[in-house]
């Protein structure tokens, strides 16, 4: 964490990050890319649609004037002292009791999905826990509009992971991930015994990084765990599985981040960000994601070496 802050630190060094904009004229602003952003989409093909294009742009041009002709004063390095009264009357709680039902919804369904590991006696598979949690929580709140609660659904970004998890189960049919094992084992039984450890650490934590950072951790995890736990099991190999399975976590986890499309909460803040007006595309993303990841990759691998191979925790 400490050397993911200082990296983003670094690379922001010459960004200035405190927003010194009332909340009402950032709203302003933000308001005015999103109708720039419009207009740019609008193709001129008809006379409808250049007068569309036209519209939008006399209309991002209206609010520009409305935001120099505010009379606001320039806020100072304390401006949040001043702003931040003004945001907590507007995303003050409005219903306490839907937060409190949200909140027993949300608990239950967190100690369920902990609960399937090990109760077996639970003949509920997962998805359909997170789903009979979604209903019973409208059926508390009293909800009368379905089709109000659909469109406020990332569809896009539900069917983007649907087609990332059939890619995901299509690669592992076709032998992909079972090909990855094979020559991480074949590459570990090449090195002496004395250093396969080391070298099984750096392959598994290198390998998952990279491969979620442009595959999604979260399937590429499923399909990886299987084996690991068939190289900690190998007696050719005589490998501890616990610093294998901390090298697949911590590869797969800070891999995620070099990507867009790395991790699943990647995609759905792009997703929110852009409703906002705020687009994020994957080159942007990458620019500053990928060093990032390089980085707390490096720094994970230097503290399972030093734990594992240099101290030896896997042998307490």
């Not at 059926?139 to 539900?158: G, M, Q």
């Amino acid at each position: 964490m400490a050397t993911g802050y200082g990296a983003l630190r670094l690379m922001y060094r010459n960004l200035k990050l405190e927003n010194t904009d009332p909340p009402e004229v950032a709203e302003m602003k933000r308001e005015v890319e999103i109708w720039k952003r419009t207009a740019e989409r609008v193709p001129i093909v008809s006379a409808e649609q250049k007068a569309v294009k036209a519209m939008l742009v006399q209309k991002s041009l209206a609010v520009e004037t409305a935001i120099r002709n505010k009379q606001y004063r320039k806020s100072s390095s304390n401006a949040w002292r001043k702003n931040l009264p003004e945001l907590e009357k507007k995303y003050r709680v409005t219903d306490m009791p839907l937060l409190i039902k949200s909140s027993v919804i949300l608990g239950a369904v967190v100690v369920l999905f902990f609960s399937y590991s090990f109760v077996n006696n639970l003949h509920v598979e997962l998805g359909w826990i997170a789903i009979l949690g979604a209903v019973w929580l409208i059926v508390l709140a009293d909800v009368h509009s379905i089709e109000f609660l659909l469109e406020k659904i990332e569809w896009a970004t539900l069917l983007f992971f649907a087609g990332l998890f059939i890619l995901m189960e299509a690669l592992e049919e076709m032998g992909l991930i079972d090909f990855i094992g094979e020559h991480t084992a074949d590459l570990v039984r090449q090195v002496e015994p004395k250093n396969r450890l080391l070298v099984a650490i750096v392959l598994i934590v290198w390998i998952s990084a990279i491969a979620s950072s442009f595959i999604d951790n979260i399937p590429f995890t499923t399909a990886m765990i299987p084996i690991v736990i068939g190289l900690g099991q190998d007696p050719s190999l005589g490998l501890p599985l616990p610093p294998l399975v901390w090298s697949l976590a911590m590869g797969a986890c800070l891999g995620g981040n070099g990507t867009l499309i790395g991790a699943s909460a990647n995609v759905v803040c792009a997703g929110l960000a852009e409703q906002h007006g705020y687009p994020i595309s994957f080159n942007y993303f990458f620019k500053y994601g990928f060093p990032m990841m390089l980085i707390t990759v490096l720094t994970a691998t230097a503290y399972l070496l030093i734990c594992h191979v240099a101290l030896e925790w896997n042998t307490a």
